[in-house]
């Protein structure tokens, strides 16, 4: 059985900090939906009614361009082990890429990872938590560091050029794209 919320509350902020990994999705018009992964020390609650996570460069850029015409995204959490739980935010949402007037204030909650290309900031509508008994019990083991090795490895005028000719959807919708490379810590 779903409970819906207003906001989040001091139970929720719990299972959200002890969670790996999370899920966003986001639809446009005339577009896919999109529905990503996402890992790292990435996400913060900022309260009751605001959360954002830290987005780094990688293989697309829908959530941003999604964002940039319909604004609806959802985030789920899933908890792997006790108790069963599955927790949606369902909200509003935009990007706040480096270049941004708010991003000092935005990316001050965060340790910036190589890599990183911009934020979403997201006003919560509701909040959903449903059963999960479903939902498998897994263990998680370690992060995969991959993506920021790759990134941290990167030539900072390279990977410029390669985040600006990321201006575009799979399905043509323009993007915003940012104005610098983050090294990170």
Same mark, same amino acid.
């Given at each position: 059985m779903a409970d819906f919320f207003d906001a989040l509350d001091e139970k929720h902020i719990a299972m959200i900090g002890k969670q790996p990994v999370f899920f966003v999705a986001t639809a446009a018009e005339d577009a896919r939906i999109n529905l990503? /992964?996402?890992?790292?020390?990435? #996400? *913060?609650? @900022?309260? /009751?009614? *605001?959360? &954002?996570?830290?987005? @780094?460069?990688?293989?697309?850029?829908?959530t941003h361009a999604h964002l940039s015409k319909d604004g609806r995204i959802t985030v789920m959490f899933c908890n792997f082990d006790r108790p069963a739980l599955i927790l949606r935010i369902y909200g509003t949402g935009r990007a706040v890429l480096p270049q941004d =007037? %708010?991003?000092?204030? @935005?990316? =001050?909650? #965060?340790d910036l990872l190589p890599g990183t290309r911009q934020i979403f900031d997201i006003a919560v509508e509701s909040v959903q938590t449903s059963c999960g008994w479903g939902v498998p019990f897994m263990e998680f083991t370690?992060? *995969? =560091?991959?993506?920021?090795? =790759?990134? &941290?490895?990167s030539d900072p005028e390279e990977w410029l050029a390669r985040a600006r000719? *990321? %201006?575009r959807s799979i399905d043509g919708i323009e993007v915003r794209t940012t104005d610098r490379y983050i090294s990170g810590e």
């Open positions: 990503s /992964p996402k890992g790292y020390d990435a #996400f *913060r609650v @900022l309260g /009751p009614t *605001r959360v &954002a996570y830290l987005d @780094l460069a990688g293989s697309g850029n829908e =007037a %708010d991003w000092a204030e @935005l990316s =001050a909650h #965060f370690d992060e *995969r =560091a991959t993506l920021k090795k =790759a990134h &941290a490895q000719g *990321r %201006d």
